[in-house]
C-alpha cells in the first residue's frame, strides 16, 4: 500500500497523467462538437490515425512542428469532409460512414507511411515539441512539474475545454449547433441552415481529432509506428458519454482514464505487479472506465437528434 | 425593426398565387389580403392547400405564379428568411422547439448574428419579461421545455414569433393539441394580440374556434378560394358547407335498447407509469348497442385506462370480467382473442408502422390467423384481397395496396384503421381519440361507422376531449379525473358546465361523503 501511495505522491506520476490525458481531449472535444450538432463521428479512430501520420511526416520532411500541427488538422478537416458530405446532405448511416470512415483513413495513412519510406524497418525518430516550463508556477511544489512543465501542445488542450465551452453555451454559433443537435427542425425554422452548421461542426471536430493524433507523434512518442492509436478514439466516445456531453466533465473524465492508465504502468513495477500478469493491469483503465461510464451516464441527456438524418419537409 | 403597417392598406397581400406539384394543382389563382388588427380564418379541409399556400408565404417553396407583398413592399420568392425578416412568425402544429434547451435558448436561438462574439442573455430575458406582461403569456425563462406541458409549449412557440418582432402571425391548427381550458386562454392571448395591432391569420377546420376569433373566413377548396366571407354574414353551417362543397348534417343516433355487459371493471386500479396516470378503483360497464363516452382533461387516466383494456397494462387491483367470466391473467392476446377492437390514439406510433405497405398494416393485428396465415407460412394474396376489401369499403384514398403507410394523410390512415377493427365484426370496440386531427368529411365517416357498430349491437367506449363530441355520440358519459371515474350519465342528463366540474375533481367529494353515510 505504501507503494501506491507513493505514486500518488509523485509529480511525475501526476504529469504522467496530464501527458496521456492530452490527446484524449483534443479527440473528445472534437467528437462532442460533432456529437452536440447531432452527427455520431465513429471516425475518430482513424481520422486519430491520420493525424499522428500527417503531423509526424510534416515534421520528418523538414517542417515546423506548428506546420506539422497544421497540417494534421487539415487532413483530419479532409476526412469530416467526406464524412459530412456523406451523413449530412446525404443522410447515410452515421455507424456505417463512421466505421468506413475509420477503415479508409487508417488504411491510408499506413499506405502512404510506407510509400514514403519503403525500406525503413525502425520507426524514425523526430524531434517532439519540448516542455515548456512556465514561470513561477512550475516552481510549484508536485502541481508544478506535474502541471505546468508540459509541452505548449497539452496547454493547448486544456485551453481548447475553456473555448468550446465558451462557444457552446455563450455564443449564437454555439446555440445554434446545440439546436442543430436537439431539434434540427427548429434550426431551420429559424432560416438557419442545418446542413452548414452539422458539415461546420464535422469538420471542426474532425480536424480537433486529428490534432489529437499528432499529438502522439509529435508530443509523446516522436515516431510513428503502426496500431499507435490502439483504441484512443474509441475512448473518446465513451467519454464523452461520460461527461454527459459537457466539456468540463469530459475534461474530468479525460484526466480519470489518464489516472487509471498511468496508474498501472507503475503498478506493473512495484512489488504488487511481480505477482500479477500484467495484462490485468493493461485492462485495469477501460475496466474503471466502464464502471464509471455506468455509474456517471445515468442522467445523461442525450442530444435528442443525435443520428438522426434532417431532410427538409419530412415531417 | 420591420415597417410599421400604413393606416389603410393591407399588410400582407397574396396575388394570384398558382402552385402545381406535376398534374395537382395545389393553388390556383388564390388572392387574399390582411390588414393591421385583423384576424382571419384559413379554413380548409386538409389537402385543401392551406400549408402550401403558407410554404410559399414563408419561402419554402417558389411560386408558379402570383406575388406575395407585405407591407407594402414585394417578398422576394424562395427565400426563407425574407418573410421572417419582414415580421412574419409563425406557429407550426408540430412545434419547432428543442426539448433540451431552455425557454430562453429556443427564444434566442437564430436571433442574434451567428458569428457574434456572445450571446446576449440579459437583454433577450429582458425582452421576454415585456413579451410575457404585455401579453398575458407567462412561463419560465429557465425551465427546459421538455418539462413543460403542451400548452406551456405553444406559449413559448408564440413568444419565438413575437420576440422576432413579428407584426403578423400565422398559427397552423393551434387548438388541435390544447384542451378547451387552454384553448380559451390562448384566445385571451390572441385577443391582446389584434388590440395591440398585430394581425393573425388563424388556419384550422374547427368552425366554432373560427368563429369565435376571427373577423373574415376565407376557405379553400382542392387548392381553389371557394369564398370570402364576414363570421357576421354567415355561420357554422354555411362554413362547413363551403368547405366540404357539400351539405353537412350532423350524425343520427337512433334510440337503442342497451344489451347486456360485455366487458366490466370492477373496482380496478393500475400502477402509475411515468406519465401514463394509473386508475384508482375504477367502476365501468360497457353494454352491448351503448357508446359509452369518456371525458375528461387528457393526462388524467385515459391513457392508463385504454393501455388496460386493451391488454398492454394489467390491473393492480380488481377484476375484469368479459362476458361475464373474470379473467385473472389478463394480456394483449386475450384482448385481441376477446374480440376488443383498438383505434389508438395516437396513429403514427402505435396505430400503424410508417414503412409498412398498407397491406401489411391492414393484418398487423391478425398477421397469425388464417387466411392471413397458414402452418406457419404467410398468405399475402390473401392479406392483399383483404387491404383491397378495406380500401374500397372504407374509401382510403391511396395509389395502392402496396404503398407505404407513411405517405398516407390522417384521415385515410385512420380509415385504414377502422376499417381493419370494423371488418372483424368486433363486439367491444376501444375507441381513443378516434377523429382527432382529421377534418370533417373524415370525421363525418368515422363517426357513422362508430354508430353503425353500436347499432349492430356492439360496445364502444368513446374517449376524446372534445366535449361537443362525447355529448353528441354517447349513450352514457363518464368522466375521468386522476385516475377516478365518475358515476355514468345518461345521455343528455349534465350540461358542458355540469361534466366540467367533474372534471376538476368537484363532484367526487359529495361521492364520498354520501359513501362514508353508506358505510356508517
Request: proline share 5%.
Amino acid at each position: 500500500m505504501g507503494e501506491v501511495l507513493e505514486i500518488f505522491l509523485s509529480a511525475s506520476f501526476w504529469a504522467a497523467v496530464i501527458r496521456i490525458a492530452s490527446p484524449l481531449i483534443f479527440a473528445t472535444m472534437g467528437e462532442l462538437i460533432c456529437e452536440r450538432a447531432g452527427v455520431l463521428n465513429l471516425g475518430i479512430e482513424g481520422i486519430m490515425v491520420v493525424g499522428a501520420f500527417a503531423g509526424w511526416m510534416t515534421v520528418y520532411s523538414g517542417g515546423g512542428l506548428w506546420t506539422g500541427v497544421v497540417v494534421a488538422m487539415l487532413a483530419g478537416m479532409l476526412f469530416g469532409l467526406l464524412h459530412g458530405t456523406l451523413t449530412v446532405p446525404f443522410g447515410l448511416s452515421q455507424h456505417v460512414v463512421g466505421l468506413g470512415i475509420t477503415l479508409l483513413a487508417t488504411a491510408s495513412a499506413y499506405f502512404a507511411y510506407r510509400l514514403a519510406l519503403p525500406r525503413v524497418t525502425a520507426p524514425p525518430r523526430i524531434e517532439p515539441f519540448q516542455p515548456l516550463p512556465i514561470p513561477i508556477l512550475s516552481d510549484i511544489p508536485l502541481i508544478g512539474p506535474a502541471l505546468f512543465s508540459q509541452t505548449p501542445l497539452t496547454y493547448l488542450a486544456f485551453g481548447l475545454v475553456g473555448v468550446v465551452s465558451f462557444v457552446l453555451f455563450r455564443t449564437p454559433l454555439g446555440l445554434a449547433l446545440r439546436a442543430a443537435g436537439e431539434n434540427p427542425a427548429a434550426v431551420a425554422a429559424q432560416g438557419l441552415s442545418v446542413t452548414g452548421l452539422r458539415m461546420g461542426a464535422v469538420i471542426v471536430g474532425s480536424g480537433l481529432m486529428a490534432v489529437g493524433g499528432a499529438f502522439l507523434t509529435m508530443s509523446a512518442f516522436n515516431s510513428f509506428f503502426f496500431e499507435m492509436v490502439n483504441g484512443r478514439g474509441w475512448i473518446c466516445i465513451a467519454l464523452v458519454v461520460f461527461g454527459a456531453w459537457m466539456p468540463g466533465k469530459a475534461l474530468l473524465g479525460a484526466v480519470l482514464f489518464a489516472m487509471f492508465d498511468a496508474l498501472q504502468i507503475r503498478l506493473q513495477q512495484t512489488a504488487i505487479g511481480a505477482d500479477i500478469p500484467y495484462q490485468i493491469f493493461l485492462m485495469m483503465p477501460f475496466v474503471l472506465s466502464i464502471l464509471a461510464l455506468v455509474i456517471m451516464s445515468r442522467r445523461a441527456s442525450v442530444p435528442a437528434a443525435l443520428m438522426v438524418p434532417f431532410n427538409k419537409g419530412e415531417r | 425593426m420591420p415597417p410599421r403597417e400604413q393606416a389603410q392598406g393591407p399588410v400582407l397581400r397574396l396575388d394570384g398565387i398558382t402552385k402545381r406539384f406535376g398534374r395537382l394543382v395545389a393553388n390556383d389563382a388564390i388572392s387574399l389580403s390582411l390588414h393591421g388588427g385583423e384576424v382571419i380564418a384559413l379554413l380548409g379541409e386538409n389537402g385543401a392547400g392551406k400549408t402550401t399556400l403558407m410554404n410559399i408565404l414563408f419561402g419554402h417553396y417558389t411560386a408558379d405564379s402570383g406575388s406575395v407583398e407585405l407591407f407594402g413592399q414585394a417578398l422576394p420568392q424562395g427565400n426563407p428568411r425574407a418573410a421572417l425578416a419582414a415580421g412574419v412568425g409563425m406557429v407550426h402544429q408540430h412545434f419547432t422547439l428543442a426539448d433540451n434547451l431552455s425557454v430562453l435558448d429556443n427564444l434566442v436561438l437564430g436571433t442574434q448574428p451567428l458569428w457574434g462574439a456572445r450571446l446576449d442573455m440579459a437583454g433577450a430575458r429582458a425582452k421576454l419579461a415585456r413579451l410575457a406582461q404585455d401579453f398575458g403569456l407567462a412561463v419560465d425563462p429557465d425551465a427546459r421545455v421538455g418539462t413543460l406541458s403542451v400548452g406551456e409549449r405553444q406559449r413559448v412557440e408564440i413568444l419565438k414569433a413575437l420576440y422576432r418582432d413579428a407584426r403578423i402571425l400565422i398559427l397552423d391548427e393551434p387548438t388541435a393539441v390544447l384542451t378547451p381550458q387552454q384553448a380559451d386562454a390562448l384566445f385571451a392571448a390572441l385577443r391582446k394580440m389584434v388590440a395591440q395591432g398585430l394581425s393573425i391569420i388563424f388556419i384550422s377546420h374547427k368552425l366554432h374556434e373560427v368563429m369565435a376569433i376571427a373577423s373574415r373566413v376565407v376557405v379553400l377548396r382542392h387548392g381553389k378560394l371557394m369564398g370570402e366571407v364576414a363570421v357576421t354574414d354567415t355561420d357554422p353551417r354555411a362554413l362547413a358547407e363551403m368547405m366540404v362543397g357539400d351539405s353537412i348534417s350532423p350524425p343520427e343516433v337512433r334510440a337503442m335498447t342497451p344489451g347486456p355487459a360485455l366487458l366490466e371493471l370492477r373496482a380496478v386500479s393500475t400502477p402509475d407509469r411515468g406519465n401514463v396516470r394509473g386508475l384508482h378503483r375504477v367502476d365501468l360497464s360497457l353494454r352491448a348497442g351503448t357508446i359509452t363516452g369518456l371525458a375528461g382533461v387528457s393526462g388524467n387516466g385515459q391513457a392508463g385506462l385504454a393501455d388496460l383494456i386493451a391488454g398492454t397494462e394489467r390491473p393492480s387491483g380488481g377484476e375484469i370480467r368479459l362476458h361475464g367470466t373474470v379473467h385473472a391473467h389478463w394480456s394483449v392476446t386475450k384482448a385481441l382473442r376477446a374480440g376488443i377492437a383498438r383505434i389508438p390514439e395516437d396513429r403514427h406510433k402505435t396505430g400503424t408502422i410508417a414503412d409498412f405497405t398498407l397491406t401489411e398494416n391492414a393484418i398487423l393485428e391478425r398477421y397469425r390467423d388464417a387466411p392471413f396465415a397458414r402452418r406457419g407460412w404467410m398468405d399475402w394474396r390473401a392479406a392483399r384481397a383483404f387491404a383491397e376489401s378495406v380500401i374500397r369499403s372504407y374509401d382510403v384514398r391511396c395509389p395502392g395496396p402496396e404503398t407505404r403507410i407513411r405517405l398516407l394523410s390522417g384521415g385515410n390512415m385512420q380509415k385504414l384503421i377502422l376499417g381493419r377493427v370494423m371488418e372483424t365484426g368486433p363486439q367491444i370496440i376501444l375507441a381513443n381519440q378516434p377523429v382527432r386531427g382529421l377534418d370533417i368529411g373524415a370525421i363525418t365517416f368515422v363517426q357513422g361507422q362508430l354508430l353503425a357498430a353500436r347499432d349492430r349491437g356492439a360496445a364502444v367506449l368513446l374517449i376524446s376531449e372534445d366535449l361537443d363530441e362525447i355529448q353528441t355520440l354517447s349513450d352514457v358519459i363518464h368522466v375521468i379525473s386522476e385516475g377516478r371515474l365518475s358515476p355514468p350519465f345518461a345521455r343528455g342528463s349534465m350540461s358542458a358546465g355540469d361534466l366540467g366540474r367533474w372534471m376538476v375533481g368537484e363532484g367526487y367529494a359529495r361521492e364520498n361523503m354520501a359513501g362514508g353515510q353508506d358505510a356508517a
